[in-house]
């Protein structure tokens, strides 16, 4: 086939292509329809390109006309142009509802995750806070202390009345661990302040301002001392500027820069002198203030240990009292011998009064159901001082036992609330006795290792609990004590959880507060919960957690 040949062919199709658009166009077809064949159509129609005829509806209206079909045929193609653009714009309007709600929670969404940068940002500023704190309580203990640690210790015990606080008692001011420091140690103490300003939001925010100002003007004397030309005031003055401010109280002071502000500001005599005078006045305010803040503590701390010193005095008996005690108590014992001869002599007897004399409201008792009576509680009295001082003995048995690293005391009690008991009217409530072990330790996990090592620990978490309680009286000892874990209710959530050891009379129930974690059942791992020789023991530790990507 030659080349002539095959462009008519092209020239044919193209043609009756065109034939084909302007067709459909005529019909309403749209740019979306245009490129669709019988064979490629999302719409599987085979006759895409033919036009519909319905022929039964020419049939009926052929007494019309041709004309007016046509006519019907016209309107019925705009009508359906129409209802496409509806279409269309109906569409269109569904897209931008879709799009302004993408838009909306896309800005939701940014604003919970701006929330919860908030969130953690305070959240990792209390952390560093704490990092701070824990390292200098470290450089604390190990002796190494610098003075950033000495002034925050202060700062945080400052108005805390417990009895650490009080065995920690300074009588020195706070500025005086500036003494002996040199112009680059009292520059990095103004670096760790701002830190501490920085992470406690304004807490002690005073303390930390005095303390800046003493600070800087301790660097600006030093410095002076090193270029004595420096010096606006000569040394023959200085004597008579610290006359000035010694003895004077912080609203003597305060009115005393009244005064110079007015001679700087009118020009009064040698400003430059009364400029030096100002400069240094804020540094011994700052010394004033602190001074008098410390005094205050003092008082209330001094108040505080002498009401402790006098409950003790109250409470414990001095050597007087013990023995006048004695005294008393070999008095007393002579007397009841005494009486125990004069009653085996027959002194004590009753008079015998006939039955028809006595009164006939009281009771007639047996004297064999009374003599047995008279035996059991002289049994009862004996059992329960033998089992007292067994229990004490056991208590001082679990006591002296060796505790494992890690281990401390754990005897702090929950309030329970007041129940009352079906056998209290026969036996008398009392708590029972306990010795309790908290295990604590370091969680070396990812986090911690990638943040921390063994010069810089991670803080302690607790690992378990070693309860014992001592039912040595226990009536019914077949039925064994029983535990039960209940949620805090002080508001604490989630973090901790009560659990609260109940058995029979005549003990009461008994709570202490515990960190509310999954436990580990294993005896392997060390659990154990059994009663046995009167002692009920609850060992556990919590089950370790792992965390996988």
Not at 182 to 187: F, H, T, Y
Not at 400 to 414: I, L, R, Y
């Amino acid at each position: 086939m030659d080349s002539r040949t095959l462009e008519k062919r092209e020239r044919r199709l193209q043609k009756k292509e065109e034939k084909n658009r302007k067709r459909r166009e005529k019909r309403g077809w749209d740019q979306e329809l245009m490129g669709y064949t019988n064979e490629d159509n999302p719409f599987g129609d085979a006759n895409l390109l033919e036009p519909f005829v319905w022929h039964k509806k020419r049939q009926q209206d052929k007494h019309l006309g041709e004309d007016l079909q046509s006519d019907r045929e016209k309107s019925r193609i705009m009508e359906n142009r129409r209802e496409l653009e509806r279409v269309k714009e109906r569409r269109k309007e569904r897209e931008a509802e879709q799009a302004a709600r993408e838009e909306e929670m896309t800005m939701m969404q940014r604003e919970r995750e701006a929330a919860m940068f908030e969130q953690w940002e305070s959240q990792e500023g209390n952390f560093h806070l704490t990092q701070v704190k824990l390292r200098s309580k470290i450089r604390l203990k190990d002796g190494r202390a610098k003075a950033i640690d000495l002034l925050a210790e202060y700062a945080d015990n400052m108005w805390t009345m417990s009895e650490e606080t009080l065995d920690k008692l300074d009588v020195n001011e706070p500025y005086t661990v500036l003494n002996g420091l040199s112009e680059q140690d009292l520059e990095d103490l103004l670096e760790d302040i701002k830190v501490y300003v920085e992470l406690e939001e304004g807490k002690n925010l005073d303390f930390w301002k005095d303390i800046t100002t003493i600070v800087e003007d301790e660097i600006r004397n030093l410095q002076q001392t090193d270029d004595k030309q420096r010096q606006v005031v000569n040394r023959s003055v200085q004597g008579n500027v610290a006359a000035i401010f010694l003895g004077k109280t912080y609203s003597q002071l305060v009115l005393l820069k009244q005064q110079i502000a007015t001679k700087i500001g009118g020009k009064q005599g040698d400003v430059s002198y009364w400029e030096h005078l100002h400069q240094q006045l804020n540094a011994v305010m700052a010394r004033a203030r602190l001074r008098e803040t410390h005094q205050k503590i003092l008082q209330q701390r001094l108040e505080q240990l002498r009401s402790r010193q006098l409950e003790e005095m109250y409470l414990a008996p001095d050597e007087e009292a013990q023995a006048a005690d004695k005294a008393e108590s070999s008095k007393a014992d002579g007397e009841s011998q005494a009486l125990s001869l004069d009653y085996d002599a027959g002194m004590y007897s009753p008079r015998l009064v006939p039955s028809s004399e006595a009164d006939p409201s009281l009771s007639v008792v047996d004297e064999l159901a009374d003599q047995q009576a008279l035996t059991d509680a002289r049994h009862d009295v004996a059992t329960s001082s033998e089992a007292s001082r067994h229990e004490v003995s056991q208590m001082r048995a679990y006591a002296s036992k060796d505790m494992e690293p890690g281990e401390a005391t754990f005897n702090v009690q929950v309030p329970v609330e007041n129940t009352s008991f079906l056998w209290q009217s026969k036996y008398r409530p009392r708590k029972p006795r306990f010795f309790n072990r908290v295990h604590c330790g370091f969680e070396w996990n990812k986090y911690n290792q990638t943040h921390y090592g063994h010069d810089n620990p991670p803080p302690k978490v607790v690992h378990g609990y070693k309860f014992n309680i001592f039912y040595p009286d226990l009536i019914d000892k077949r039925v064994a004590p029983e535990y039960k874990v209940v949620n805090s209710g002080d508001g604490a959530g989630k973090e901790f959880c009560i659990i609260r050891f109940h058995a029979g009379p005549p003990y009461e129930d008994i709570a202490f507060k515990i960190v509310n974690r999954e436990w580990e059942f294993s005896r392997k791992h060390g659990f154990r919960c059994q009663f046995r020789n009167g002692v009920f023991q609850l060992h556990f530790r919590y089950r370790r957690q792992f965390y996988r990507r």
